[in-house]
C-alpha cells in the first residue's frame, strides 16, 4: 500500500485524474447507506445543541437581554459594535472547532457505510480523542479564523460580496482537511497544506462535484426544512469519496508503517 505523504507527493508533480460521474455515483451510493442513521444523529444532536446553546445565552444574559438583543432592528450588521464584532468571531470560531470532531465522526459513519460495518451513536464521536481531536480543532480554528476574519474585515470596510468569496474559497480549498487527519494521519499544518495542493490540480472537476453535491443537501428543504437534516450527509459522503478517490482509504500512514514493522 501507498504511503500518505508519498501519494501526496506524486499528486504534487504528476497531478491525478478525478472522473466526475464515478465519484457522483460512489457518492450516492455511499449516502444510500448512512442517510437514514446520520439524519437521524443530526436531528436529533442539533436539537439538543440550540436547547444547550440558549440554556447558556439565558443564563449568561437573562431572559430579558436576550429577547432584547433578537429583534430584528438590533440584528442589523451596521448597529453592531467592534466589541460585539470581536466577540462574534470567538464565539463562531469556538464553537466550530468544539463541533468539528462531532462532524468528523460522520466521515467514520461513511467510512464504516462503505466497509459494510456496523456503526452506532459512539461512531460520531470517535474523534474526540487524541491524537485526532487536537489536530481536528488546531486545523479547524486555523481555517475558521482566517474565513471568518477576513469576511468581517471584507464587511466592515464596505465589501460584503468580497468576504463571502473569500470565505468560500478558503472552505473550497481545504475541504478535504480532516479527512487527511483523521485517514492520513497528518497533523493540522499538513492536511491543511495537502488540501490545497490537491484541490488546486484538479479545482473545476471538485469544485463541480461540491456544488453538486450541496444543492443535493438543499432538497430536504421541500420537506418541511426537516428532510435537510436526512440529505446534508451527502455532504459528508462526498468529501469522504473524493479523499478515497484521490488518495485512497487503504493508503498507510507513517505511524501505521512503523506499527507493523514493529
Known amino acids: 500500500m501507498k504511503n500518505v505523504k508519498d501519494r501526496i507527493a506524486e499528486i504534487t508533480t504528476k497531478g491525478y485524474e478525478l472522473d ?5 455515483e460512489n457518492a450516492f451510493e455511499n449516502y444510500k447507506k448512512i442517510a437514514v442513521y446520520a439524519g437521524s444523529m443530526l436531528l436529533i444532536f442539533t436539537f439538543l ?9 439565558i443564563a449568561v444574559f437573562g431572559v430579558g437581554a436576550l429577547s432584547e438583543f433578537i429583534k430584528p432592528g438590533n440584528l442589523k450588521p451596521e448597529t453592531f459594535t467592534g466589541d460585539f464584532l470581536l466577540i462574534y468571531t470567538a464565539c463562531v470560531i469556538l464553537i466550530t ?9 460522520f466521515l467514520k459513519m461513511a467510512d464504516c457505510g462503505q466497509k459494510g460495518e456496523e456503526f452506532h451513536v459512539s461512531t460520531i464521536f470517535e474523534y474526540y480523542k487524541p491524537p485526532y481531536f487536537i489536530n481536528i480543532v488546531f486545523a479547524t480554528f486555523t481555517i475558521t479564523l482566517f474565513s471568518t476574519g477576513l ?10 460580496f468580497i468576504g463571502i468569496i473569500t470565505s468560500l474559497a478558503i472552505t473550497f480549498l481545504t475541504f478535504i482537511t480532516i479527512p487527511l487527519i483523521v485517514f492520513g494521519n497528518l497533523n493540522a499544518t499538513e492536511a491543511i497544506k495537502s488540501s490545497i495542493t490537491i484541490i488546486l490540480k484538479q479545482p473545476l472537476v471538485i469544485l463541480g462535484l461540491i456544488i453538486v453535491a450541496f444543492i443535493a443537501s438543499l432538497t430536504g428543504l421541500i420537506a418541511f426544512c426537516i428532510g435537510i437534516f436526512f440529505t446534508m450527509p451527502f455532504l459528508y459522503s462526498m468529501e469522504y469519496v473524493l479523499y478515497d478517490s484521490i488518495i485512497g482509504i487503504d493508503s498507510v500512514s507513517e505511524i501505521d508503517e512503523l506499527g507493523s514493522n514493529v
Do not use: D
Request: hydrophobic share 60%; proline share 6%.
Open 49 to 57: 445543541f440550540i436547547i444547550l446553546l440558549f440554556g447558556i445565552a
Open 97 to 105: 472547532c468544539l463541533l468539528s470532531p462531532f462532524q468528523a465522526g
Open 20 to 24: 466526475f460521474g464515478t465519484v457522483f
Open 151 to 160: 469576511s468581517t474585515l471584507a464587511e466592515q470596510a464596505g465589501m460584503p
